[in-house]
């Protein structure tokens, strides 16, 4: 049963719940943060939470040991409930109920992860882009970028 407006964390492996106390929350080690993790392997400022469109969205800020959501690491993503956010190396469950943050329906977009992983450094950088199909519909070659 959540008991908190907003939802809870609730420490994978067993701990006492998290109440999520606001719609806009700091995770981190230092006190001045919305939710105090005192751990070595947490960043001072780690992530951000907040409520967008009714769901949940973590940002990490910058983290030195990373923030993941189901395993994947990520730089920013939308939390479905039931959901396994990790922290460094620290996991937690989110249990909300979307409807009450003001979700009137399922986002039409997927939670796909955004990570700097997903493309390549030349990706990244404007060198490369993705991979065109083809007329037939399978790959064809990687545009080149124009110099």
Same mark, same amino acid.
């Given at each position: 049963m959540v008991t908190s407006q907003f939802g809870e964390l609730l420490p994978v492996g067993g701990g006492?719940?998290?109440?999520?106390?606001?719609? /806009?929350?700091?995770v981190g080690r230092r006190e001045? $943060?919305?939710i105090v993790l005192r751990f070595p392997n947490v960043s001072g400022r780690h992530c951000e939470l907040n409520v967008v469109d009714g769901y949940w969205v973590v940002k990490d800020l910058g983290s030195s040991n990373g923030t993941k959501v189901n395993g994947t690491r990520v730089s920013?993503?939308?939390l479905e409930p039931g959901d396994k956010l990790t922290v460094a190396k620290h996991h937690f469950e989110i249990v909300y109920d979307p409807s009450r943050?003001?979700?009137?329906?399922k986002p039409s977009e997927p939670a796909v992860p955004t990570s700097l992983?997903?493309? $390549?450094?030349?990706e990244t /950088?404007?060198?490369?882009s993705?991979?065109?199909?083809? /007329?037939?519909?399978? /790959?064809?070659?990687?545009?080149?970028?124009?110099t």
């Open positions: 006492d719940p998290i109440p999520l106390l606001g719609p /806009a929350l700091v001045s $943060s919305d920013e993503q939308r943050l003001g979700a009137v329906s992983f997903s493309r $390549s450094l030349l /950088a404007g060198l490369e993705r991979r065109l199909p083809d /007329a037939h519909g399978g /790959a064809d070659k990687q545009r080149k970028p124009k």
